[in-house]
């Protein structure tokens, strides 16, 4: 489309532009058939007022001519060509001459040059065509010369009979100057009232179009706010007029009030929420901290009771490392550092397998079906540690929730550049309650559990721009789902 | 009582506005030996005659000069002012007499001017052969008689030996034909042509003089016989008397003449031989002569 680039434009600027268009197009038409008209009514009135003269002369011609007197038919030549008719117009007429049947001059306006008695001369050929026309015409006529401007004119041609006898032709120009003056004249005052009518009609335009479009402007820019998430930040539109508009303007501000409102609640609703966590966090870090702490406690004032007691030593020394370990993993998993140089180890997708026997151990015997479809193979190369971390967290989740005689399904893929991880489990489902803060760091329904676990697969999915998916019913499973890009894998 | 007082006053208004001008008027023929485009001029003229002879003058003009001679024929004229040719010629029975004859530039003579435009090559009338020709009328000396003797005397008629001529029946015309280059050369009253020279010199500057003839009898101002003794006397008394009078002195100063005069017939001798030899040039015209009535 040739007007394509139309659509890029302002909605003002089109505006303003279609209405000086039409107001243009409008403006030149009228003008256009005034002006065509006007030379047609200045063109008749002219070719009336030439047959007139050429008549006046016409009447007592054919006496003279008969009389042979050449000075009569001069005069009336002369009389005829100072005459001033009325009318819009001076008619001037440019030559006349009265030609015997053979082309002979028997009277010219201009007689140098044009002697009387000789056969007139036509120089070029539209003067000859003009004069074998005027010579074989059998009635009045008037013929139209091709020059324009001030080389326009008009003939009247009548020929002169005396009972039925052709004695000759008057012939009777005049300039159609002062026609084509005339017509440039109104076709000037068109132009300039069309200019005058394109000026008036663009500022009209850009007016009305500026009113119309100021609100849609101001609403553009309000919306492209909210898209940057700036619901605060929304200037009002004016509301100027009782128009769709208007109403249009209105909705607008309701709405950005009402957005604005919400989104001032949502802040406060995560403002307290995280002071929600935050609280968690501290409780589950105190009562994490606090358990062992308590023991090893214990522990340390019972060996400075007794501190010759080696088998108390023996005793309590493992159970002092423990509880001390315990309480580094639980400072380690709460500052999972992903880019600490051991964690960036690359190994191919065979190393899941590593985690099936620790799957394995962990059921320990119970009554649990461990389903293993590892589609990984040594084409893709992942962070070994990472990728061992998040599949391992999520089976044990798994494991944790499901009863005797349940079934938990890995499988994975190389899908079109991403990895895929699916953890399945037909277990009793995530309570609905709870799967806003499934992966909250210490929220845990576990009574052993440290609420890390999720928290930390929630991490390393996010630090390697992947996407975690739960899928839950109650009473029908959980699907975790991972996808994880190789892209970002392999970099 | 009522009535004389009407008729008192009738004759009161009759003397006041009527003067001694009562009576039928006295028709005066004028051919395009004047310049008869003045008609104011004529007309004051008319009126200082009139106060003059104490009846009303009036000016009769026509197109041509043989109109003119008609109307004194039948009685339609008392006095006119025509050409010397007309003058000459036989009338059988004769009907005109002369009343007086103007004197300009000191003497009642005038020429005949062969005359062509100011930018024609030509210089003598042998030039004009095969060209367009204007004469004034055909009953003018100086407009036709002259130039056609002229030809008579080389065995040429006007027809052999132009191309073409027409007749203006007007002198001031012959020289506007000239001057717009309708005819290549014109012959006039050389009256005419110094007169225009004056009053519209834009026409006379544009055509040039080629030819001049020798001295003719100025047209002359002619009474019809028969008309009322005591009016032509004092028609004629009142023209010879503008030369005197300071109001006609500027009538003839308006018509460039120095008087009127009284002068002998034998003034148009060379006319009359000039018309005669034509005449016998030409066979046909001869024995058309001898055919005619007068």
Known sequence: MKLSFLRSWGLSFKFALAITTIVAGVAFTIGAVIVVQDRQRFNQDLEERVLLLARSVAVTAPEAILRNDSWFLYQSLKKMAGQEPGGLQHTRVITAMILSPEGHVLAHLKPKGHPLGLRLKAPDGEEAALLEAAKSAHSAKVQEGSGVGAKGFLEAVIPLFSDEKFLGVVRVRVSTYEVYLQVQRSALLVIGLTLGLVILGSLLGALISRRMVKPLTAMTSGLQAVRRGELTNIAPVPVQDNDELGELAAAFNKMAVELAEKKMLEEQMAVSEKLVALGRITAGVAHEVNNPLAGLLNCIDTLKKHPDDKELMERYLPLLDNGLHRIKDIVKSLLVELRVEDTREMSDGSCLDDLREIVEAEINGRNIQLVWDNHLDDQVQVYKGQIQQIVLNLLKNALEVLPDGGTVTFKSSNNRGSVMLEVDDDGPGIPTEHRNHLFDPFFTTKPNGTGLGLWIVYRLVESMRGVIEVESRPGHGTQFLVTLPTTNLGA | ?294
């Open chain 2, 1 to 294: 009582m009522l009535r004389i007082l009407i008729a008192a006053l009738a004759l009161v208004c009759m003397l006041g506005s009527a003067r001694a001008e009562i009576g039928p008027p006295i028709r005066f023929g004028l051919t395009s030996v004047v310049v008869q485009e003045n008609l104011r001029f004529l007309d004051r003229w008319a009126e200082h005659l009139s106060a003059k002879i104490g009846r009303p003058v009036e000016f009769v003009r026509r197109r041509s000069y043989r109109e003119i001679t008609d109307l004194l024929e039948s009685g339609g004229l008392e006095f006119a002012w025509i050409c010397g040719y007309p003058f000459i010629q036989k009338r059988d029975p004769e009907f005109l007499t002369l009343l007086a004859v103007p004197v300009y530039r000191g003497e009642p003579l005038y020429h005949s001017f062969i005359i062509v435009h100011r930018d024609s090559p030509h210089s003598k009338l042998e030039d004009l052969r095969g060209g367009v020709f204007s004469f004034s009328d055909p009953e003018s000396n100086s407009g036709f008689l002259y130039p056609q003797s002229v030809l008579a005397a080389q065995g040429e008629t006007p027809e052999s030996f132009f191309r073409q001529t027409f007749f203006t029946f007007n002198h001031a015309e012959t020289i506007e034909a000239v001057a717009e280059q309708v005819a290549d050369g014109g012959a006039v009253d050389s009256y005419i042509w110094e007169y225009l020279r004056t009053y519209r010199p834009e026409l006379t500057e544009k055509t040039r003089v080629i030819m001049r003839s020798p001295k003719f009898g100025f047209p002359p101002l002619v009474s019809r016989l028969g008309v009322d003794a005591s009016i032509v006397s004092r028609m004629k008394t009142a023209l010879a008397e503008m030369e005197s009078d300071p109001e006609g002195q500027k009538f003839l100063d308006g018509l460039k003449l120095d008087r009127f005069g009284d002068f002998s017939p034998s003034l148009f001798d060379n006319i009359r031989r000039m018309a005669d030899e034509t005449r016998q040039s030409l066979p046909w015209l001869a024995s058309k002569t001898k055919n005619k009535k007068y």
